[in-house]
């Protein structure tokens, strides 16, 4: 399986913030170094260039938000 909890995410957070290497994070989490440097590509704040483990989570209540905020007007 692919998906990363929000505990592998909350690691990554804070290994990556504190400056470990990508492929220290992947041993950690054991989860292949790739898959590292996507979540941290797709969940980068855009400004800051800094991880936030709960980014991913705040973009999928909004996304979901938004759907519903659609049904209703439409």
Do not use: F, P
């Not at 909890?5 to 690691?11: L, V």
């Not at 989490?29 to 590509?41: A, G, H, N, V």
Request: aromatic share 10%.
């Amino acid at each position: 399986m692919n998906h990363l909890t929000i505990e592998q995410r909350y690691t990554i957070d804070v290994m990556y913030n504190n400056g470990y290497k990508q492929i220290d994070i992947a041993k950690a989490i054991k989860k292949d170094k790739s898959l590292i440097i996507r979540e941290l590509k797709r969940n980068c704040d855009k400004r800051s260039g800094r991880y936030y483990y709960s980014l991913h989570t705040w973009e999928i209540r909004v996304g979901t938000a938004n759907v519903v905020m659609r049904k209703t007007i439409g």
